[in-house]
């Protein structure tokens, strides 16, 4: 099963200093039928202005992935944290027993993120934020574990879930596979660029939604940025 959900159908909000896009049900969008795709919870694909950003909130239970394509995002916390991450990098936030955040864009141009909401395999444990810059030439022509709660993905930001973040970096002509599993189920984003999941067309910030297959490829029309979610 593939499905491809196009970015024009996806939910909105524009609040003038956040345009807001969800894959999934989330704040004052309701699909009933897109709640979750396995523990993937939340795929927000927010781009916010100069010098905004969410003042400080709270969260618990939730594994919380950012993904900065265009920018920066800051972070500051109630644990004391406080980071930039930059584009092509990722954060991570494990929400745990609860911690208040605020996140904001502190540059001169608008910046534009993913942020994924994973749900944890076990509630209640000790909050954390982390952060690490991921180089994209690591990841070209092959997915890359970018946070995993899979202890063998070293390189990976770790998170309390039985599921993947992984990202690539496809050039045009290029194929490349990933070995899913039929059991599991993929989220891919096209960030950036033209591809065809398993023959079937994605562009840019498309999501597409696998299940039921034990692997699928990728074939790239045009260089392309990708970020997948592989959970169970």
Do not use: C
């Not at 200093?17 to 795929?43: E, I, P």
């Not at 400080?56 to 644990?79: N, W």
């Not at 502190?106 to 954390?128: A, N, T, V």
């Amino acid at each position: 099963m593939i499905e491809v959900r196009p970015f024009a159908g996806i939910g909105k909000a524009n609040h003038g200093w956040l345009d807001a896009n969800f894959h999934f049900s989330f704040a004052d969008y309701w699909n009933q039928t897109r709640m979750h795709w396995g523990k993937l919870r939340v795929w927000n694909d927010d781009m916010i202005a100069p010098h905004n950003g969410f003042p400080a909130h709270p969260h618990a239970d939730m594994e919380i992935i950012t993904y900065v394509r265009k920018g920066a995002i800051s972070h500051r916390d109630s644990l004391g944290n406080e980071g930039r991450t930059l584009a092509g990098d990722v954060q991570v936030m494990s929400a745990g027993t609860g911690i208040t955040h605020a996140e904001y864009n502190g540059e001169d141009e608008p910046s534009h993120s993913f942020q994924l909401w994973i749900m944890p395999d076990r509630k209640g444990e000790q909050p954390r934020w982390d952060t690490r810059a991921f180089p994209k030439d690591n990841r070209a022509g092959r997915f890359v574990p970018l946070a995993s709660g899979d202890p063998a993905d070293t390189d990976a930001l770790h998170i309390n879930a039985d599921a993947k973040v992984l990202g690539a970096l496809v050039k045009a002509g290029e194929r490349i596979e990933y070995p899913l599993g039929a059991t599991r189920k993929g989220y891919l984003v096209v960030a950036d660029g033209a591809v065809e999941v398993d023959g079937q067309h994605a562009a840019t910030r498309d999501g597409v939604a696998i299940a039921d297959v034990a692997a699928f490829s990728v074939l790239a029309l045009e260089d392309s940025e990708l970020v997948l979610v592989d959970s169970a």
